[in-house]
């Protein structure tokens, strides 16, 4: 298996532009979610699905951002418009029940 | 709220010399997880403890779990250069899947 896979890599976007992260959890998990990681605020969790369905969402910051999962095989994160404060490294894991989870290799969003 | 707690944030030591992270939580949990971090890298999943008194061990790392005390450990054992890292614990809610993780701890094992 590939493991978790999140594309881009790299972002780097104007203020004000939509930001789209995408990730494809590894096949037969069925937990998925969406951390921030910064130098200031550590880890947090933003978003987890179960089963494609929204569990907990109070780490999302703000109505700027949004996640869909609207299949087993993929989900997105979208922020609009991006803020300079976004700025961070995105991660997505996935876990099947009672699992460890394993972390994709992040996408770097730089909002200049 | 949970809080987890780890210390020390930073370590710095020698080659061949052991040592103990440390990661107190604040609430009731039923599940602990420790993480190693490489610089720009993702984390990679090392240990998870399920229960009161689990112990597990990797190598020259083991990990322990004391529900009651709210605390678990990550000793190491004759460090060697190749576990410089930033380590993170953990920990489960009781209710639901969310993880509240640590600060972590950057640990430096100098030659």
């Known amino acids: 298996d590939a493991g978790v896979i999140q594309s881009p890599r790299h972002e780097v976007t104007e203020m004000g532009q939509e930001v789209t992260l995408r990730c494809k959890p590894i096949?037969?998990?069925?937990?998925l979610f969406w951390y921030r990681q910064t130098m200031m605020r550590g880890l947090e969790l933003l978003i987890y699905?179960?089963?494609?369905?929204?569990?907990?969402d109070s780490g999302m910051p703000e109505d700027r951002f949004s996640a869909k999962m609207p299949n087993a095989s993929f989900s997105t994160l979208k922020i609009q418009p991006s803020e300079p404060r976004d700025s961070a490294v995105y991660f997505c894991a996935s876990r099947p029940s009672d699992r460890k989870s394993f972390f994709g290799q992040g996408t770097r969003l730089t909002v200049v | 709220e949970l809080k987890v707690e780890q210390n020390p944030l930073f370590l710095s030591m020698q080659e061949g010399k052991n040592y103990t992270i440390y990661c107190n939580y604040s609430t009731t949990s039923d599940r602990l997880y420790w993480y190693r971090q490489d610089p720009g890298k993702s984390l990679e999943s090392l240990f998870v403890?399920?229960?009161?008194?689990a112990v597990k061990q990797e190598g020259r790392l083991m990990a322990s779990l004391d529900t009651k005390a709210r605390l678990s450990t990550l000793h190491i054992t004759a460090a060697v250069h190749d576990l410089s890292a930033t380590y993170f614990c953990?920990?489960?809610?009781?209710?639901?899947?969310?993880?509240?993780f640590g600060e972590g701890t950057q640990l430096t094992v100098n030659p």
């Open positions: 096949s037969g998990h069925d937990y």
């Open positions: 699905f179960n089963n494609n369905v929204p569990i907990d």
């Open positions: 953990a920990v489960g809610e009781t209710s639901g899947s969310r993880l509240t």
């Open positions: 403890l399920l229960s009161n008194g």
